[in-house]
């Protein structure tokens, strides 16, 4: 999977895949070998980077993540390349109805809104977990829940109509 990053204005592009059973990153022409174990109460992590040992702390809102690394703080801003594809035609959308749907197939993991519900621009609406990780989808725009098409432990296939606003 392609993920892009973005950290003090600098963007980098990785690609995570596991290649013989390991998980490896590749950066430009940097390559990386990683192992990450949780620790704890789920926003902790021991990080492997080619064989060096990291403890690092994550805090996820949306594309935000918040790291705290080698005593020190940073703020990185990280998209797949599903949501920046998402993002790009969001951009270019009227208003009107809204359709949440999955971008690939998953468990609903939680349904955080009800029939009548007012949202605003990136709440997250439903938690789907794809490949053993979870996902959040936010509202696109500001909206009311007009019809609410999944509940918590459906399995759902990609493209599937969950959530619908106007």
Wanted: net charge negative; with cysteine.
């Amino acid at each position: 999977m392609k993920y892009l990053t973005r950290l003090d204005g600098v963007e980098r592009e990785f690609v995570l895949e596991r290649k013989d059973g390991r998980l490896v990153a590749t950066s430009g022409d940097r390559t990386f070998a990683l192992d990450l174990a949780l620790v704890g109460d789920g926003a902790s992590f021991s990080l492997l980077v080619d064989g060096h040992s990291y403890d690092v702390v994550a805090d996820v809102d949306r594309e935000t993540v918040a790291l705290q690394l080698l005593g020190q703080q940073f703020a990185v801003h990280v998209e797949d390349e599903r949501e920046r594809a998402a993002h790009a035609v969001a951009g270019h959308k009227q208003g009107g109805k809204q359709e949440l749907r999955a971008a690939m197939p998953g468990i609903v993991i939680d349904v955080k809104v009800a029939v009548g519900d007012q949202v605003d621009e990136g709440r997250t609406i439903v938690v789907l977990e794809a490949m053993k990780m979870q996902n959040p989808l936010a509202a696109e725009a500001p909206g009311k829940v007009v019809r609410v098409l999944c509940k918590k432990g459906e399995a759902v296939a990609a493209g599937a109509l969950l959530v619908e606003l106007e």
